[in-house]
């Protein structure tokens, strides 16, 4: 049965007097198993609810609310039941890989459809229990967000070490028949599903347009903690250009077509290969960025839409600033910096961190640690009014890296203070210039880290 973890002030549940500890079992007459049954049920304005208090005691509860309003609760689990755990040994499994002293948390190797539905992760389809993909189906649980890796039946087995991983096809079929939109992904490990392999899952996929309605192709991410695991490696430079190449070839073919680019390569392909992300009408409705697919154009198209609106002087006569980012980002952050050039008063300095941490394999900001920042920070910083750090590297709700480090540790280690910003191009704009007052709210993430775990 669902346990309430914590009330949230001023919701519902505390206006009823629901308890942590307090267990729901039934929604006007039906058994709560999970997120998905809870959804549906308090949908309705009116619920009868059927509560076992911690004491034992049974309350039956009848309320009037808003059609969606939520109780306001957080369960002590994020599916109310338990999540499904993956049972894959997927050869590039970033879990794998993550160092043993690290929260909880992000050890958690999930594979759950609910969590894709209701969060956006995404899942392989190979962990489904008899029946799932039928309830998938039955609810209209649309969109979903799978990753396929590969259309090639042997090769996905191998790759993800499940027997059940060759169905990918009639399994997206099914979806597809039944109405359930997809966003799908390749996790691309060369020597394995590159090339030719490559040109096989995108044109096997590209039939299924509307129903799957993206296909993003991101590069395999690799710590150096990789001991006992399967001989892996980057792309080369040479190797990300030619990803570009073919994913651009396709687009070309397919946009006639589909009147979409339909397949898109991420980020970090651009960055390697050195060449220049595309215009904004490449990445069609930017529905893959949360997978690193357009996020440098989006940052540059946001400074193009918050510079004007800027004020043209500082908020303080003088004001010097440190940027933190990661190696990846560091040529698009100081090309944008430099349109600030002619702020009067305005000194600021970069400082990309390299990932010592995971491994300098890994270069995007939203895995960087407090750790890598005091060190390659210390004594470099004292002198400015602040350090802009990206809210990407910071758990939810609170000001945590990822190896547990908070930014007061950080301001303490660095003797300055840090001003966390969302990692926007009106973040960086407004935050350099001082005026974060007007900087909109923050978001907050369980870390880049989390969402690699759960693509991968």
């Known amino acids: 049965m669902p ?11 505390e206006e009823l007097d629901l308890q942590p500890g307090d267990e729901l079992i039934r929604i006007n007459g039906t058994t709560i198993n999970d997120i998905v049954d809870l959804q549906f049920a308090l949908a309705d304005e009116t619920i009868d609810m059927e509560i076992k208090r911690a004491n034992g005691e049974i309350w039956q509860i009848e309320v009037d609310k808003d059609y969606d309003e939520g109780l306001g609760v ?30 909880k948390t992000l050890n958690v190797r999930d594979d759950d459809y609910r969590l894709s539905f209701l969060h956006g992760n995404f899942v392989t389809l190979t962990n489904l229990k008899d029946g799932e993909l039928e309830r998938i189906v039955r609810l209209k649980m649309s969109p979903l967000n799978i990753s396929v890796h590969t259309t090639n039946p042997t090769l996905r087995v191998r790759m993800l070490g499940n027997k059940k991983s060759g169905e990918i096809l009639n399994q997206i079929a099914y979806l597809a028949e039944h109405g359930i939109e997809m966003n799908t992904q390749i996790v691309l490990c060369p020597e394995w599903n590159d090339g030719e392999e490559l040109d096989r899952t995108i044109r096997e996929l590209a039939p ?26 980057g792309c080369t430079p040479e190797e990300a250009r030619t990803v570009v190449n073919q994913i651009r070839a396709w687009q070309e073919k397919l946009r006639p077509e589909l009147h979409t680019s339909f397949v898109h390569a991420a980020d970090e392909f651009y960055v390697l290969a050195n060449e220049p992300v595309p215009p904004s009408d490449y990445y069609d409705d930017f529905s893959q960025t949360e997978n690193g697919v357009g996020v440098i154009r989006t940052f540059l198209d946001e400074m193009d839409e918050a510079l004007p609106r800027a004020p043209k002087t500082l908020s303080t006569a003088r004001r010097k600033v440190g940027i933190v980012t990661s190696v990846s980002a560091e040529k698009t952050i100081r090309e944008s910096l430099a349109r600030l050039d002619g702020v009067h008063g305005l000194h600021y300095e970069v400082f990309p961190v390299v990932n010592n941490f995971y491994g300098n394999n890994v270069s995007v900001a939203g895995l960087l640690t407090g750790t890598d920042i005091m060190a390659q920070l210390a004594g470099k910083v004292a002198h400015l009014d602040t350090v802009l750090v990206p809210d990407i590297m ?19 280690a660095l003797k300055t203070d840090i001003t966390v910003v969302p990692a926007t191009g009106t973040g960086l704009v407004f935050g350099t210039l001082g005026y974060t007052q007007a900087l909109p709210p923050r978001r907050r993430y369980e870390a880049t880290l989390r969402s690699m775990a759960q693509a991968q």
Not at 3 to 12: A, D, F, N, Q, T
Not at 209 to 227: E, F, I, K, Q
Not at 394 to 412: G, M, P, Q, V, W
């Open 3 to 13: 346990k309430i973890k914590e009330v949230k002030p001023g919701s519902l549940a």
């Open 74 to 103: 957080e369960w002590e689990h994020p599916t109310v039941d338990r999540v499904h755990l993956c049972h894959n040994k997927c050869v590039f499994c970033f879990v794998d890989q993550i160092p043993g002293q690290m929260r």
């Open 208 to 233: 299924f347009y509307p129903a799957v309605r993206t296909l993003s192709v991101v590069p395999v991410g690799l710590t150096r903690h990789r001991r006992g695991l399967h001989k892996l490696r």
């Open 394 to 412: 910071l758990k939810d709700d609170d000001d945590i890296c990822l190896d547990d480090y908070r930014i007061e540790d950080i301001e303490r």
